[in-house]
């Protein structure tokens, strides 16, 4: 049963920081992108930033480049998104999702529909 959990939400004043955990359990769990996604009512879903299991090679959205920091730690099959200096325009739904890599190889994505599994989603509020 593949299932993805988020933790780690909660409320910060601008400039704070968050770590949010998604635990993986999908198999083969090294042969997956795990990306985090965003989302604020009413508008699109965004992606973040990714990783890839089998080799750590990771992807960022350009908005949160040198603030956001997305790590895995393979034994406890958890996908991190370390977030710093926050700021009020990145308070939305935060959401793991998984995608099985192609045979291609691995190819970094944030369109939400290459995505086969979700989370329940965290939520963030960064106060100002």
């Known amino acids: 049963q593949v299932q993805l959990v988020e933790s780690g939400g909660g409320s910060v004043q601008a400039g704070g920081s968050l770590r949010l955990s998604c635990a993986v359990s999908?198999?083969?769990?090294?042969?997956?992108?795990i990306t985090w996604f965003r989302q604020v009512l009413g508008k699109e879903r965004e992606g973040v930033a990714g990783i890839f299991t089998g080799g750590s090679i990771t992807y960022y959205v350009d908005s949160v480049k040198g603030r956001f920091t997305i790590s895995q730690d393979n034994a406890k099959r958890t996908v991190y998104l370390q977030m710093n200096s926050l700021k009020p325009e990145d308070t939305a739904m935060y959401y793991c999702a998984a995608s099985l890599v192609s045979r291609d190889g691995p190819r970094a994505s944030f369109d939400p529909v290459d995505y086969n599994y979700w989370g329940q989603g965290t939520q963030v509020i960064v106060s100002s």
């Open positions: 999908i198999y083969p769990y090294n042969n997956h992108a």
